[in-house]
T-cell receptor
Framework: TQLLEQSPQFLSIQEGENLTVYCNSS?????LQWYRQEPGEGPVLLVT?????EVKKLKRLTFQFGDARKDSSLHITAAQTGDTGLYLC??????????FGAGTRLTVKP | SQTIHQWPATLVQPVGSPLSLECTVE??????LYWYRQAAGRGLQLLFY??????ISSEVPQNLSASRPQDRQFILSSKKLLLSDSGFYLC??????????????FGAGSRLTVL
């Protein structure tokens, strides 16, 4: 079983602060994705990374895939209240099915 | 464009009653379809996936079952619900990127409470 560990589990910060959340595994993934989920809704894809060492930027969000393709990080610069939500990472297993971590619940306070 | 519909959005059922959650996808053909369950603090657990009509793969032994009677219809069922079946159920379909990575698009979810 390929397990994805996300940390921290909970994070509460003030608007304007920076933050980084992590997704780690002992397994190698062919690709890794980050999703954001708001209460009562399904997760929405933010980014897919497929190449070891890859860095992708979406406005204030920076995603990095580890060189060995076992881990990833999400960095948010100058967080806004609209960034509040559950951030999930998911890795593709040998059957190309997506396996999810437990998520980091981010709260950005005004 | 592709859309995914899932219903009902919320339901409360007594222990031992049957369950039927339905999911349909529009705007694509022969999609890979998935049922996930999300419990608080435990992320998304893959329950079933299907690569075609009548083709169902089960990930976790349980009292739930899935069926795919049509190409774009995926149904999650139970004959007798247990308390432990309570949770947030998500249907998803996947599209394959040029890189080979699968991208999941989720429905809005169905919140099931078993009393």
């Amino acid at each position: 079983t390929q397990l994805l560990e996300q940390s921290p589990q909970f994070l509460s910060i003030q608007e304007g602060e920076n933050l980084t959340v992590y997704c780690n595994s002992s397994s190698v993934f062919s690709s890794l994705q980050w999703y954001r989920q708001e209460p009562g809704e399904g997760p929405v894809l933010l980014v897919t990374v497929v190449t070891g060492g890859e860095v992708k930027k979406l406005k204030r969000l920076t995603f990095q895939f580890g060189d060995a393709r076992k881990d990833s990080s999400l960095h948010i610069t100058a967080a806004q209240t609209g960034d509040t939500g559950l951030y999930l990472c998911a890795g593709a297993d040998n059957n190309n099915d997506m396996r999810f971590g437990a998520g980091t619940r981010l709260t950005v306070k005004p | 464009s592709q859309t995914i519909h899932q219903w009902p959005a919320t339901l409360v059922q007594p222990v031992g009653s049957p369950l039927s959650l339905e999911c349909t996808v529009e705007g694509t053909s022969n999609p890979n379809l998935y049922w996930y369950r999300q419990a608080a603090g435990r992320g998304l657990q893959l329950l079933f996936y299907s690569v075609g009509i009548g083709q169902i793969s089960s990930e976790v032994p349980q009292n739930l079952s899935a069926s795919r009677p049509q190409d774009r219809q995926f149904i999650l069922s139970s004959k007798k619900l247990l308390l432990s079946d309570s949770g947030f159920y998500l249907c998803a379909w996947s599209d394959e990127l040029s890189s080979g990575a699968n991208v999941l698009t989720f429905g809005a979810g169905s919140r099931l409470t078993v009393l």
